[in-house]
């Protein structure tokens, strides 16, 4: 089975960048889609971004469309999502996931593997 494990965040001010990055550890990475996925305190994990296979196709949240983008690199087995123009409201702890199929996905359930999340935090 494919092993996720997500990194890169931190705490930055709003109007700043982020890369996340995502390792997909263990078993097969080819032929599945990617997502990004988040969840703030209090509030139910809710769906980000997400890349098909082979990664063509994308897809993001009405919330971040336009200042972040998902991208993937077969080769090396790795997920990015550029974060830009971060916002107050984009603060929580984002997680990466590997879908049991190759198209993209906004549910929950598409997604068998998941990373143990990385906190970001957009704050003056």
């Known amino acids: 089975q494919v092993q996720p494990v997500d990194s890169g965040g931190g705490l930055v001010q709003p109007g700043d960048s982020l890369r996340l990055s995502c390792a997909a550890t263990?078993?097969?990475?080819?032929?599945?889609?990617m997502g990004w996925f988040r969840q703030a305190p209090g509030k139910e994990r809710e769906f980000v971004a997400t890349?098909?296979?082979?990664?063509?196709?994308?897809f993001y949240a009405a919330s971040v469309k336009g200042r972040f983008t998902i991208s993937r690199d077969n080769a090396l087995n790795m997920v990015y999502l550029q974060m830009n123009s971060l916002k107050a409201e984009d603060t929580a702890v984002y997680y990466c996931a590997a879908s049991t199929y190759t198209r993209v996905s906004t549910k929950k359930d598409d997604y068998a593997y998941w990373g143990q999340g990385t906190q970001v935090t957009v704050s003056s």
């Open positions: 890349i098909g296979w082979p990664g063509s196709v994308t």
């Open positions: 263990g078993g097969t990475f080819s032929s599945r889609a």
